[in-house]
């Protein structure tokens, strides 16, 4: 491990950022930092302050401390800090952040900066997880939707859906597993924590012989992986040699993939090179999937571009198109699509363009596709795009096609859009009874007041 910017977290404050990715209440900041100060020679003020940080009383202590650090004097820094704490403790967090941009503005020096750094680091990589685990959790239940949907409306992909719904599930079960190895230690395992990480700070080449000792002994999944963590963190040949050993054939199955992650979340040219390497060496499914995941991670397109190409494993080729359209890698797939003949691998491209948002080439297979199996998948990827213009090309599809099947496409795209103004318009419009049946069944599924009202005029209208 050459370069000194490998890991850039401190270990104790990424167990923080896993408390908070568990489910941890926003205001609860696991300090890696200093939370206790010696009040002797201290002012009656600041020793107030210190007993309400200790009954945690945090609205009290911010007080107490915004009135000290409010006047010039010696224990001005230390009060700013105390207070952006004690901010954070309270879940006020942008308070907390301007009290430590005023301490870093105007106290460079102070002891406390470091501390100040590592509560800003906390705070905001805190914020961030809590963002994006709602808008994961906002992107599964519209998943979820339209899985459901699907498989009610689309019969004819029935099969290739339970098989689907079969892959999900496990993929939520092991996030599940993952969620529940991060969830907080008990307090012998974090004192362990603790220990390991001030070892590391201390004396570095007396703490990578140790962490090997630890990893290989007699404690629990989830202290090692916290370990590991810590040695990922050391700069050292053999600190990077020891993960690079547990991601080949490491033990348990669960670290081996924990090591295979910690590459991916360095994404230097030297660990996704290991990872390549791994790749090759490896017959195992699973490991192999494992480096996909860490390379998309890493947001390294070629690597995964190249196990799309070349890779034996069907599966493990079609999870690796799918990747290139979580990584928006428009050009490669594109790349893919001008080569690729197997009908299977194409309808994996046609998912990973509506994962990319590619509303172009999705609506090109459409009209120039021969195959109407793939040219109907394509129609269902423009209607799993969010925006106005995969609306507008599904619409001007439907003008289109001579064949009711593929009108019935349009229909299924435009219902999981949620588009009832649409659907309306073309059951207006449409001559052929048994589409304009599947439009109504489409709009009675909907929980929309243009939706209901038009069944309602449906219901009225002269017989």
């Known amino acids: 491990m050459n370069s000194p910017s490998r890991f850039l977290i401190p270990t104790v404050a990424l167990a923080a950022l896993l408390a908070a990715a568990s489910g941890a209440p926003a205001g609860a900041i696991a300090s890696p930092f200093a939370t206790e100060d010696a009040a002797s020679g201290r002012s009656e003020l600041y020793r107030q302050g210190q007993r309400a940080l200790a009954e945690k009383r945090w609205s009290d202590a911010i007080e107490l401390f915004g009135e000290l650090a409010r006047e010039p004097g010696p224990e001005t820094d230390a009060a700013v800090y105390w207070q952006a704490y004690a901010a954070a403790k309270g879940g006020r967090k942008a308070e907390a952040l301007a009290g430590i941009r005023r301490l870093l503005a105007e106290f460079p020096a102070s002891a406390w900066a470091d501390d100040a750094a590592a509560l800003e680091l906390t705070l905001r990589d805190a914020s961030h997880i809590e963002r994006e685990a709602a808008r994961i959790e906002r992107e599964a239940e519209r998943m979820a939707r339209d899985a459901e949907r699907q498989a009610e409306q689309l019969a004819r992909e029935g099969d290739r859906l339970a098989r689907e719904g079969e892959r999900m599930a ?19 395992e974090e004192l362990k924590l603790y220990a390991l990480d001030g070892l590391l700070q201390v004396d570095p080449e007396r703490a990578v012989p140790v962490l ?14 916290r370990a590991l963590f810590v040695l990922s963190q050391s700069d050292s040949p053999r600190a990077r040699q020891i993960l690079l050993d547990l991601a080949r054939s490491g033990r348990p199955a669960e670290l081996q993939l924990k090591a295979v992650q910690m590459f991916g979340i360095a994404g230097d040219e030297e660990d996704l090179a290991a990872l390549a390497q791994l790749y090759r060496e490896t017959g195992t499914p699973q490991i192999r999937s494992a480096i996909l995941d860490a390379w998309m991670i890493a947001g390294a397109v070629d690597p995964v571009l190249a196990a799309a190409r070349s890779e034996t494993d069907p599966a493990l080729r079609g999870r690796a198109i799918e990747m290139l359209g979580v990584m928006d890698a428009g050009s490669a797939l594109a790349a893919l699509w001008a080569n690729e003949k197997d009908p299977a691998l194409r309808a994996r491209l046609l998912d990973a363009f509506a994962l990319a948002g590619d509303t172009a080439t999705l609506a090109r297979a459409a009209r120039g596709e021969s195959d109407p199996a793939l040219r109907h998948k394509a129609i269902q990827g423009l209607g799993l795009i969010d925006g106005e213009e995969a609306g507008r090309e599904l619409l001007a599809l439907y003008d289109s096609l001579p064949d009711p099947a593929g009108r019935m496409a349009v229909v299924d795209g435009l219902m999981l859009r949620d588009d009832a103004s649409s659907l309306v318009s073309l059951f207006r419009k449409e001559q052929d009874p048994a589409v304009k049946r599947a439009i109504v069944q489409r709009l009675s599924l909907l929980d929309s007041e243009e939706a209901t009202a038009e069944l309602m005029r449906l219901l009225e209208a002269e017989p």
């Open 212 to 225: 090997e000792r630890f990893l290989s002994g007699e404690h629990s999944l989830r202290l090692k992986e």
């Open 170 to 188: 496990r993929e939520v079960g092991r996030a599940a597993r993952d969620v529940a190895r991060v969830a907080p230690l008990d307090e012998g």
